[in-house]
């Protein structure tokens, strides 16, 4: 049925699609079909609910403020999940006794949903002063983040169970290029929605019909994660007896780690470069007092990027097989600092630098994106993994909080000074990106030092306890064995390219 595919560029992520969700070596295929289909409706979800729509909301929430107001509370809502992620630090004590965790799961993700599509346009529609409002939809905001924060650890925990070693990196790498397209695609179609409902001034109109069409696929996304299996939660620690963890154990088991809190280190340096911008870059875009950019015209930087999201995605999932996590990680942070530069460029006047900006961030994606995709559960030991993943993500979150914050002190620092580069006048919103740029690149060097760090040490910085999961006959399971440190130069990724 696929054979019209084979083409080079496609070729490896059908082998990728046959081999997770056509073989059933490990017993679980049922689980990985959830998986692909749960995560794929959960994606539509969010397509009509979050992206245009939510900073489209903050723009009808905020439009009419002043500028002071405008930025102060820009920064909280920037600032407020990062907060709000704290509640990951409970979700060990939830479920790391539950032998059974989909109830809860399914229970925190209802409340979520919740919030964001019922809350959030309620508060908007409110006649209330703008005082009132702000605060109003930062509470909703808080406890829609709380919640889904909660339960990511244990989301996380339950469901790499059906992506064992053979397939796992290439089976993100496939998600990630399906993720691409469908992304591009809904954004170029609701754009269009967007465009259609902005010139008949009934924006919020054009909201409420997508939060409507969402539940049909929360419905379904429920459907297919409840046909996941769940695996045996701290196995290691019943067989020594025991048949809860301690609180001592969910407290300090991750801290033992060695390997672990170095993938925790690096995860919170390279928050604190991604998130400084925080949402005023986002809204600059589509703001009329800024770049004055339509929906239509984001939809198109994002539509050119599709094809080169296919082409090198898989280049990258070699290079990873390669040169190891980490050194593509790096390479990757090195890469990603010429987009925050073009993203300074951005004005109205010089509206095509986005797309050629989406183009590239595009062919370079998955060199930073794959390594973080995988970080937590290259490190993270087998038991009492949903604490491990817990501090992993919150101290993820808390970083980005106060990058974000720092951000909108930067903004505020900054309100009504642009300035002049090359013949443009940038304004700050634009030009927060040189900061951005910086951090990035700060945080290259210390996964760089990293690696030397360990490389003297005489360890591989790519070793984990999951590849025991891999199939020991299994020729796929062998391809996916990562080198020695010592071959893993992080700077001669690009040197050569893979024969077919």
């Not at 969700?21 to 998986?35: A, E």
């Not at 459907?223 to 969910?250: A, C, D, S, V, W």
Request: charged residues 15%; hydrophobic residues 45%.
């Amino acid at each position: 049925m696929l054979r019209f595919m084979k083409i080079p560029i496609i070729q490896p992520y059908i082998d990728t699609y046959k081999l997770g969700l056509h073989d059933n070596r490990d017993g679980l295929m049922i689980s990985r079909r959830g998986y692909f289909w749960g995560n794929l409706f959960c994606s539509f979800a969010g397509y009509v609910t979050d992206g245009i729509f939510y900073t489209t909301l903050l723009l009808l929430l905020l439009g009419d403020a002043d500028t002071e107001t405008y930025t102060y509370y820009m920064g909280l809502i920037g600032a407020v999940p990062g907060i709000a992620a704290l509640s990951m630090l409970f979700s060990a004590f939830l479920f790391e006794h539950r032998k059974k965790r989909k109830p809860m799961v399914f229970l925190l993700r209802g409340i979520y949903y919740f919030c964001n599509i019922v809350l959030f346009p309620v508060i908007v529609m409110l006649p209330l002063d703008i005082h009132i409002k702000a605060p109003l939809f930062l509470v909703a905001l808080f406890l829609k983040t709380s919640v889904v924060n909660l339960s990511n650890p244990a989301i996380n925990d339950w469901h790499i169970y059906c992506l064992p070693e053979f397939c796992r990196s290439d089976f993100f790498a496939m998600n990630s290029v399906l993720s691409t397209v469908l992304n591009a695609l809904f954004t170029f179609l609701l754009g269009l929605y967007m465009d259609y409902f902005k010139a008949n001034q009934q924006l919020l109109l054009g909201i409420l019909i997508m939060r409507g069409v969402s539940l049909l696929f929360i419905a379904l996304e429920f459907g297919h994660f409840n046909r996941m299996e769940e695996p045996e939660y701290n196995k290691g620690l019943e067989e020594q007896g025991q048949t809860r963890p301690t609180i001592k154990q969910i407290l300090f088991s991750p801290l033992k780690s060695k390997p672990f809190m170095t993938a925790v280190i690096i995860y919170a340096v390279y928050n604190m470069a991604i998130g400084f911008p925080g949402s005023f870059f986002s809204t600059y875009l589509i703001d009329e007092k800024g770049a004055n950019l339509s929906y239509l015209f984001l939809s198109i930087a994002s539509i050119c990027g599709i094809p080169c999201s296919i082409l090198m995605m898989s280049f990258w999932s070699k290079k990873i097989h390669q040169r190891g996590w980490l050194p593509v990680l790096a390479t990757g942070m090195l890469l990603t600092i010429p987009v925050y530069l073009m993203n300074c460029f951005v004005t109205a006047q010089t509206a095509p630098i986005y797309i050629v900006s989406a183009v590239y961030g595009a062919l370079i994606s998955g060199c930073m994106g794959l390594p973080i995709s995988n970080l937590v559960f290259l490190r993270a030991p087998k038991d009492l993994r949903t604490s491990c993943i817990a501090l992993f993500f919150t101290t993820g979150s808390l970083s980005s909080a106060l990058s974000a914050y720092l951000g909108s002190l930067f903004i505020a620092a900054t309100n009504g000074h642009p300035i002049l580069l090359f013949g443009l006048t940038i304004e700050n919103r634009s030009y927060i990106y040189l900061v951005s740029a910086a951090l990035l690149l700060a945080a290259m060097f210390v996964v760089l030092l990293l690696i030397r760090s360990e490389k003297k040490q005489g360890q591989s910085v790519e070793k984990t306890p999951e590849a025991e999961t891999a199939l020991p006959d299994s020729e796929d399971s062998q391809k996916s064995e990562l080198p020695e440190e010592e071959d893993s130069d992080p700077m001669s990724i690009l040197d050569s390219q893979d024969e077919e």
